[in-house]
Every structure is written in C-alpha cells, then in structure tokens.
C-alpha cells in the first residue's frame, strides 16, 4: 500500500563521541525520538578514537532502545585508530545504515550521504597547486564531493536530504575560530547539494559552530553537533527534530524551509570529552 503521510519527521544529531566508559549513555536520547520522528540521523564522530570497543557500545543502545530507522556517516574520529571499516561493520549489523557516497529512501524521501571533508569555503578554498601534500588534501575534498554528487544522483524523490560530518557552508562554522575554519568544511559540498536541488541538509563537526545556515540555492543547513546543540537548547533534548513535507518543491528550489519541532523536555546524556582534545575536532 502506498505511503499516504504528508510530512516525515527527521531526527538529527551528530559528535557523541561515544568512549569506552559510555555504555548506556545515550538509551535515554534514542528513546526520546522514538515517538517523535520517522527517522534518526547520526552525523560523525560516533566514536571518540574510532575504537571497535567503542562503536560496540553504541551499537548495542541502538539494537536495544531505538525502534525508528537511522542512518549515519562516520566522522573524522571514527578513523582515529585506523578502524574506520571496524565501526562500520558493527554499526551496520545493528541495523544503522551507514553512508559513504550511498543513498535510500524513506516514505518517499531520499537521503545521501558522505564524510565530506575540508578545504575552506568560497573564495579562499584551498585550491590543488604546489606541494603534492597539498594536492593530496585537495584530492580528498573532490572525492568527498564526488561521493555525495553520486549518492544525490541515484535518488528520483521530490525530497531529498544530505547527511554530513563536515560543513558544506560557512554561516554554520560561525563561531568557531576563523583559524581553523578551513578544516571544518569544504564549498566544494555545496555544489552538488546545489545542483541537485536538496531540502535539507545535516551536519556536525563544528562544536562552537552556528545553529544553521542556507546553501546559495536557498536549502536550509543544519548544524547537529552534540555540544552545540546542549548549549543552545538547554532545556530540550540534544537531538534537532525537522518535520518536513514528502512531496512538492525541493526547499533549495523553491525557498521554502522545512518546519522546525525543536522539543522542550529536558534530557541529559552525559558525554566526556577526552583531555588534551579539542572540542571542534
């Protein structure tokens, strides 16, 4: 039978940072967003070193406390120790869809995703000239890029959203500073987002960063990051809950925004940083 829903309603959240001292933390997040949202969004850094002892711990308070679907990408973190594929494996034998230049679709929206990577944004991106470091920095970025163009592709949805770690804009890494705003994101994200006309897009990365943003197409930008999010909804949950429409117009096509549900009851999910990080990264 087809889907008859009007709206479908997003659950974002990115940087947990889960460690090895986090069993249980984050149960009482995922069970929040049970009953008010269709779908989870978990936007990198889902580990704090990319340890598979890590990702297992997150993995089991998906398998035992969230009923709704998830999708993930992972985040600079979650290759820390060289395990990246370790915490995919276990994310995704629990159910998580991962994505690195993948896309699917739910109740008649797409989604797509990749890492993303750096590289600074709009006239002062770092350009592929001189050393071959420098070249190979740049390289990354492209095939970043190139991944999420893929993924955007293969979707024939009216809806489609783009799942990150890294920014595709500037307006959302405000407020960090401005020294490191080149490794926070890249405007090479944007242009695929841009030509593929996306609804939304979600993002973590930039802890200080800005709540949200627009593409130059005019497609909302939301920033996700876990602290961010503590600190500007203190009395609310750590997660930003999006409802939007499954049909019409693309927001970045149209100008119209998906509706905001920010939530008001409180929750606290306690998450150490580990010393001597910074808490951007």
Wanted: net charge negative; hydrophobic share 40%; glycine share 12%.
């Amino acid at each position: 039978m087809p889907d008859s829903r009007e709206t479908i309603r997003i659950a974002a959240v990115g940087d947990l940072h889960c460690g090895k001292a986090s069993a249980g933390a984050f149960q009482a997040l995922f069970a929040s967003v049970n009953e008010r949202a269709d779908i989870l969004l978990l936007c990198g850094d889902l580990t704090d070193y990319g340890l598979a002892e890590e990702a297992r711990h997150l993995a089991r308070d998906v398998t035992s406390t969230l009923k709704i679907p998830s999708a993930a990408v992972l985040g600079n973190h979650d290759f820390e120790s060289g395990n990246g594929q370790a915490v995919v494996d276990i994310l995704r034998e629990a159910g998580v869809k991962v994505l690195d230049g993948d896309a699917f679709e739910l109740h008649g929206v797409g989604f797509a995703g990749a890492k993303g990577f750096g590289g600074g944004f709009g006239p002062r991106t770092l350009a592929p000239w001189g050393e071959e470091s420098i070249k190979r920095f740049v390289h990354e970025a492209i095939d970043e890029a190139l991944k999420l163009e893929t993924a955007l592709a293969k979707l024939r949805t009216s809806r489609r959203v783009a799942v990150l770690h890294y920014s595709p804009i500037e307006a959302t890494v405000e407020g960090e500073p401005r020294e490191i705003f080149p490794f926070l994101g890249s405007s090479r994200l944007e242009e695929p987002l841009n030509r593929f006309k996306v609804s939304a897009v979600f993002h973590g990365h930039a802890h200080h960063g800005s709540l949200e943003g627009r593409t130059s197409a005019g497609a909302p930008v939301y920033n996700v990051a876990m602290p961010l999010l503590r600190r500007s909804f203190r009395d609310a949950p750590p997660v930003r809950i999006i409802e939007m429409p499954v049909a019409g117009e693309p927001a970045g096509g149209s100008g119209r925004r998906a509706t905001d549900r920010p939530e008001a009851a409180p929750l606290e999910v306690p998450v150490g940083a580990a010393p001597g990080r910074g808490t951007h990264d």
